[in-house]
């Protein structure tokens, strides 16, 4: 059978108990029969005001309830997600809602001005609401609240299909955002790959009723990563189309403090991040304050975008020790790569993961690398992946490849493949450091950097060189109350990683690293460090 979110949701909702919360935050809890007619409402107004089959709609907005309920009524209405990064420049969202051909925005009342300034430049937008607490909006502005309120909030009358659509946009490395276009079924099928893997899962709408019926609810879950990305959203929507309840946090920032209390006071069973620059601080919080929080209902910590170091797993076990950390090898083009499970006493190497049939290694000529080969190639997906980029054939060409008859999802992630299968992650291509013919991987020399005690973050990049064509140089952040020492860290990596590998110059200090969702700003850092080597030669 074909799947769609929207008919998923017909299905389960008459089987949840009208009053279980599906959305917290802070104080306020919509319930299923909330969520049920709001979304519906939403919908119907949509398609009964000029919205048509497959338009897209912007959603730009943090972390709260009306993100997931308005994706629910753009599934239902057989409309499309656009996401937006709200830490964008107006000019950046300008972009993102006219590359995507949204005709419809729904924004945070905290982003009012900027839309304000791009109405005028977005003459394809039809329907602007907007979601808040202020009462009154500008003219020529729905309310949200006006319109989830206004109807009946019976059923759709529509015919779905498994390949309607959700856009997922990705900054990448390089050149501008590009809209990653996955249909309803092949997400739903790569979000359920892992799960069949340890036991049965439904495989029909009918069996999915069944199951609902028979748990009664799905997981509690924090996705403390923003929902504008691919690893909040999607894990997100694994508890939410299950039945489950999503809670969103309040601040507009990472506040650690809020995050264990939310998973105390709603006894969350599942929570998501993005790797260290949101593990660190979280262990932190609870180092700072040993045994006030009662995390007995926390199951699992599931990570995915960027590395998760074994060290700061281990030490957040020890608060913790029955949950499992989950790490998760994926993209915005290809979910499912792998994962990594770390359970107390039972460390697993960082950057190691444990892959499935779906995957192969692909060399620079699309030939396949044998496994327990020591050459790097791309990590290759071939199960359900996305139908390509928006209004983009050309990269999409390159991303999404017919190798041997089979399509398959190659991001550029560089991986060693083991003889049983398992991968080692080297790093993104694009920012390889190619250093007197010698590929280095940034995130190896990263790791390693990390391990230091004096070292809180770091990024590592390419420097135009004359001897080496690149030299490898780190920036750092250090961590409190420790001094900086170059030359101490440069051997230290030296101890850890062959030589070449280890930076010709480390720096501190520089932009901020990593975008809200944990992801590293090699762009800005390069500059950055270029601007340092320059210095230094003067």
């Known amino acids: 059978m074909a799947w769609n979110f ?13 009053d279980h919360p599906a959305l917290v935050h802070g104080e306020r809890v919509l319930t299923w029969a909330d969520v049920d007619r709001r979304s519906n409402n939403l919908g119907g107004y949509l398609l009964s005001h000029g919205i048509a089959t497959g338009d897209k709609v912007g959603f730009y907005m943090r972390n709260r309830p009306e993100y997931m309920e308005t994706l629910a009524a753009c599934f239902r209405a057989r409309l499309t997600h656009v996401n937006v990064n709200y830490r964008y420049q107006p000019d950046e969202v300008h972009y993102i809602f006219d590359n995507s051909d949204a005709t419809v925005v729904v924004y945070g009342e905290e982003f009012r001005d900027n839309i304000l300034a ?27 609240e006006s319109l989830v309120n206004q109807g009946e909030g019976q059923n759709l009358e529509v015919q779905r299909s498994g390949d309607d659509l959700l856009f997922l946009y990705t900054g990448g490395t390089t050149g501008m955002p590009k809209g990653v276009m996955w249909s309803h079924h092949n997400l739903r099928e790569a979000q359920t790959l892992s799960l069949r893997a340890m036991g049965e899962v439904p ?34 929507m694994g508890a939410f189309f299950s039945g489950g309840t999503v809670v969103t946090l309040t601040s507009p920032s990472l506040d650690t403090a809020e995050v264990w209390a939310e998973v105390e006071r709603n006894k969350v069973n599942m929570i998501s991040i993005v790797g260290d620059a949101f593990a660190k601080p979280l262990l932190g919080e609870l180092q700072a304050n040993q045994g006030r929080y009662d995390l007995t209902s926390l199951r699992s910590i599931i990570s995915s975008g960027v590395m998760w170091s074994m060290e700061v797993k281990q030490a957040l076990l020890e608060h913790m020790p029955t949950t499992l ?15 990594s499970i770390t359970a107390k006493d039972a460390p697993i190497e ?47 060409a390159k991303t999404f ?7 398959y999802s190659i991001p550029g992630d560089f991986c060693l493949v083991a003889e049983d299968g398992t991968l080692t992650l080297l790093g993104r291509g694009s920012v390889c450091i ?36 690149q030299a490898v140089t780190g920036v750092i952040k250090l961590q409190p109350g420790h001094q900086f020492d170059e030359t101490l860290l440069i051997d ?34 390069t500059s950055f460090a270029k601007e340092q080597v320059a210095a230094l030669a003067q």
């Open 434 to 469: 190619n250093s007197a013919g010698e590929k280095i991987y940034p995130e190896e020399v990263e790791e390693a950097l990390k391990l230091h005690p004096s070292v809180d973050d770091a990024l590592v990049v390419g420097v135009p060189d004359e001897k080496w064509g």
């Open 118 to 144: 791009l109405r005028e430049r977005l003459p394809k937008v039809k329907v602007w609401v907007e979601v808040g607490d202020v009462g009154d909006v500008p003219d020529g502005i729905h309310s949200y």
């Open 325 to 339: 950390l989950a790490d998760s090898f994926g993209s915005s083009e290809a979910v499912g790569f792998g994962a």
């Open 203 to 236: 495989e029909t709408l009918e069996e999915l009723r069944e199951s609902v019926r028979e748990k009664g609810s799905g997981e509690v879950m924090i996705p403390v990563c923003p929902l504008m990305h691919g690893t909040g959203l999607f894990t997100a």
């Open 492 to 525: 230290f990596v030296k101890g850890e990683l062959a030589h070449y590998k280890a930076p010709k110059h480390i720096f501190v200090g520089g932009p901020p690293f990593r975008a809200p969702n944990g992801k590293a700003d090699y762009k800005s850092i």
């Open 401 to 407: 490849k017919l190798i041997n008859g089979t399509r």
């Open 350 to 396: 960082t950057a190691r993961f444990t892959t499935n049939d779906y995957c192969k290694v692909f060399d620079e000529n699309d030939v396949e690398i044998p496994r327990g080969s020591e050459t790097p190639g791309f990590i290759a997906f071939g199960g359900p992946i996305p139908v390509g980029y928006y209004g983009d054939p050309e990269k999409s």
């Open 6 to 18: 929207g008919d998923i949701l017909d299905t389960i909702i008459p089987e949840l108990a009208p």
